[in-house]
């Protein structure tokens, strides 16, 4: 009998062990090395690189998982965007863990997941009194940012694939190897995102997914109106990607393109970090990226 307690009390606490693991915790810091560029001195066009480190509470930080479709116009980009999600998915799942909240922001066909938690949640919180003007709406530049100087042409729509593919909206979800949990939040809706931060006391936003020259820099939830907003923002550049067509100017690899349009975040926009900071992992690389 002595035996079989023994057992029963060995077997209460592995299950109360494991418990605890599956819990999140809500008062965890998470430091980050964010990447920035200024202007080396006063009148000086040059810029120089100034990493800082930063320390944020995860129960005021959020991250927002952008446009990371089930399927892309451009079957380069659908191709990318499968080999990133699973990095994403680990990286928020980490996150997650640590207290952070997540934002999964599939513009377009948040439709799809009406019945699920996670878009209850956003649907639930009363509109902020608060609501900044813009926050409904695309920003298509920030003041201060340059009018003639964006690093890359992306007027064909940035696919770099040989044909070219036909542009439309094949998407209908996000890429299911991104997870959903119940106590995240689904919203494509500026306004919406906007009231989840307030009633959750978010003042921390880290952007992921894409394309960075267009949706993640521009969208009702984008880097400018967050920054706008008066929010601490930044870029995840790992994990991200831009829609550029190597054969258009600069002409360089899409990989450098994804570079130029990062320096241009990072000198006029917010700052940047890897996903290191998260992971305890090497950044991500994507298989093409030969460099």
């Not at 990493?51 to 191709?79: F, L, N, P, V, Y």
């Not at 996150?95 to 997941?113: C, E, F, M, N, T």
């Not at 064909?156 to 190897?177: A, E, F, K, L």
Request: charged share 20%; aromatic share 8%.
């Amino acid at each position: 009998m002595f035996k079989n307690v023994k057992i029963l009390c060995l077997s209460m606490i592995f299950l109360s062990i494991l418990s605890l693991l599956g819990q999140s915790n809500s008062n965890t810091i998470i430091s980050l090395e964010t990447r920035q560029r200024m202007h080396a001195a006063p009148g000086n066009s040059s810029f120089e690189i100034i990493t800082k480190k930063i320390k944020w509470e995860t129960s005021h930080t959020a991250i927002i998982i952008c446009d990371m479709w089930d399927q892309h116009w451009c079957r380069g980009a659908s191709k990318r965007v499968a080999e990133l999600a699973p990095i994403v998915n680990r990286f928020v799942s980490i996150a997650r863990h640590q207290g952070v909240l997540i934002v999964h922001a599939p513009s377009g066909v948040v439709d799809y997941y009406e019945n699920q938690q996670a878009r209850q949640n956003a649907l639930l919180v009363p509109k902020a009194q608060n609501t900044p003007s813009y926050i409904g709406s695309w920003c298509e530049s920030l003041e201060g940012e340059p009018k003639e100087s964006w690093p890359i042409d992306q007027s064909d729509g940035g696919c770099d694939c040989q044909p070219q593919c036909q542009q439309g909206h094949p998407w209908t979800r996000q890429i299911d190897s991104i997870e959903i949990f119940d106590d995240d939040i689904i919203s494509d809706d500026g306004i919406e995102i906007w009231a989840v931060f307030e009633d959750h006391d978010i003042n921390n936003v880290i952007l992921v997914g894409v394309h960075t020259n267009m949706c993640v820099i521009g969208r009702p939830f984008g880097l400018r109106n967050m920054v706008r907003a008066g929010k601490n923002v930044v870029l995840c550049r790992d994990l991200t990607d831009t829609m550029y067509n190597s054969r258009k100017a600069p002409f360089v690899s899409h990989f450098e393109g994804t570079d130029l349009v990062i320096a241009y975040i990072e000198s006029f926009i917010c700052p940047t970090m890897v996903s290191t900071a998260i992971t305890n992992e090497p950044p991500f690389k994507f298989s093409k990226n030969r460099r």
